[in-house]
């Protein structure tokens, strides 16, 4: 009888712990057996947007700060076709630094698939311009016509969004892209100003099929500061429907 009233308290104690466990857990506002799924695009190969280093450290401080899981779809070794796009399919989000890229007909069918879903999305920078076969991806997904080089910021405004909560501090020299006719759900976080005007940087677009976080500023220096990794976080996060403090660990 004795050890049986022992065997209980013991039990008791243990589903107690339990118990603490998870309200520790939830406590955090994440659960450690549910990620985000977040896919990494990368398809440039050059000087000013060398994107797989640059995007490795988006994957670091993701998965540091976040409970974020990534995995990547990068090119072939024939540079024409992209490997692991059938990650696509799991994904929660996607973030995509890509540049006039050319893939088989059947990969680019996958990922208009893949705009198509539902599911969340991050533009960053060349993504404005990224497949040779799919001319209007600027104005069918990101909802607005890329029009070349602006010509380097001399000043930024930020306006507030949960994707650009931690980004007040963040200020860049930085080249800016001419853009044109934004569609009307386009709502502009970011604008870039010069000599010759003001143009948006950034802005989030929601629609029927997915929301969006388009980030127009991208050199590779850009992701050294962890106001300009920050909004990449939240605008991933917030693009897949969900809200950034929920995941972070």
């Not at 947007?49 to 072939?76: H, I, M």
Request: net charge positive.
């Amino acid at each position: 009888m004795h050890r049986t009233l022992t065997s209980r308290r013991a039990f008791g104690r243990a589903l107690l712990v339990a118990a603490l466990g998870l309200f520790s857990i939830a406590s955090r506002g994440y659960s450690a057996a549910v990620s985000l799924n977040v896919v990494l695009i990368a398809g440039v190969k050059n000087d000013a947007y060398d994107n797989e280093p640059s995007l490795k450290r988006v994957q670091a401080f993701l998965e540091k700060t976040y409970n974020v899981t990534c995995s990547w779809v990068t090119p072939g070794a024939d540079g024409k076709s992209l490997q692991n796009l059938e990650s696509l399919e799991k994904a929660d989000a996607a973030i995509l630094l890509v540049r006039r890229m050319t893939v088989p007909a059947d990969q680019l069918a996958r990922i208009k698939r893949f705009f198509e879903s539902g599911k969340g999305f991050v533009g960053l920078r060349t993504a404005s311009h990224a497949w040779n076969e799919w001319p209007t991806f600027d104005v069918d997904v990101l909802g607005a016509k890329y029009g070349g080089h602006f010509g380097p910021a001399k000043s930024i405004a930020i306006k507030p969004h949960p994707v650009t909560q931690g980004a007040a501090a963040y200020k860049t020299a930085n080249d800016i892209y001419r853009y044109d006719n934004l569609r009307p759900e386009v709502k502009v976080l970011i604008e870039g100003s010069n000599e010759k005007g003001t143009m948006p940087a950034a802005w989030v677009r929601e629609r029927p099929n997915g929301r969006i976080f388009y980030l127009g500023i991208g050199h590779n220096n850009e992701f050294e500061k962890p106001e300009f990794l920050q909004m990449i976080a939240d605008g991933v996060i917030w693009s897949a429907g969900k809200k950034p403090a929920a995941y972070r660990r």
